[in-house]
T-cell receptor, first 116, second 108 residues
Framework: EPEVTQTPSHQVTQMGQEVILRCVPI?????FYWYRQILGQKVEFLVS????????KSEIFDDQFSVERPDGSNFTLKIRSTKLEDSAMYFC??????????????FGPGTRLTVL | DAKTTQPPSMDCAEGRAANLPCNHS???????VYWYRQIHSQGPQYIIH???NNETNEMASLIITEDRKSSTLILPHATLRDTAVYYC?????????FGAGTRLTVKP
């Protein structure tokens, strides 16, 4: 069964460094998403991406964050200058793009980001 | 904020049905109810979704009341591997608004 994959599974970085988290969405999906989950807290929406542009973003997704689909398969989340509070699990998701309320999102296993 | 209310925790005996309730009294006519679960810190796993009819798949059944103000996710024969946090989500936009969910513990 096709699934969303994410690399790396764990990323450790120093505060102020740039990190890029990578995701390979399900191959025929058109919508892509990033979520994060700080330890012990809720899963929070960051951004959705469709047709090579951001379609929605939350207040968390500030200028420190950017997303890109650099080729036909990868979808990346870049954090420009990491802060301690960026430490979290980051989940990528994808959906077919059939319509908002019936478009099921499938999540990857996550990348655990630790900022020291 | 999430438009749903779920009990924070529930227990279920292995092999028995697990019935997880969710209240969504402010749901609108075109909003779907989605259920996901999260085992440890793994990615949320899609379970099932519905609009107004009851739905069943290989994982679970979803019962939605006629007024759509509440629903119940049923795991017919719970196993230890079903221990997880279960999230009931009413789709508002393209983003999924996760609440705190129900922590289901399946006990031997």
């Amino acid at each position: 069964e096709p699934e969303v994959t994410q690399t790396p599974s764990h990323q450790v970085t120093q505060m102020g460094q740039e990190v890029i988290l990578r995701c390979v969405p399900i191959s025929n999906h058109l919508y892509f998403y990033w979520y994060r989950q700080i330890l012990g807290q809720k899963v929070e929406f960051l951004v959705s991406f469709y047709n090579n542009e951001i379609s929605e973003k939350s207040e968390i997704f500030d200028d420190q964050f950017s997303v890109e689909r650099p080729d036909g398969s990868n979808f990346t989340l870049k954090i420009r200058s990491t802060k301690l509070e960026d430490s979290a699990m980051y989940f990528c998701a994808s959906s077919e793009g059939r319509g908002t309320f019936t478009d099921t999102q499938y999540f990857g296993p996550g990348t655990r980001l630790t900022v020291l | 904020d999430a438009k749903t209310t779920q009990p924070p925790s529930m227990d279920c005996a292995e092999g028995r049905a697990a019935n997880l309730p969710c209240n969504h009294s402010t749901i609108s006519g075109n909003e779907y109810v989605y259920w996901y679960r999260q085992i440890h810190s793994q990615g949320p796993q899609y379970i099932i979704h519905g609009l107004k009819n009851n739905e069943t798949n290989e994982m679970a059944s979803l019962i939605i009341t006629e007024d759509r103000k509440s629903s119940t996710l049923i795991l017919p024969h719970a196993t230890l591997r079903d221990t997880a946090v279960y999230y009931c989500i009413v789709r508002v936009n393209n983003d999924m608004r996760f609440g705190a969910g129900t922590r289901l513990t399946v006990k031997p």
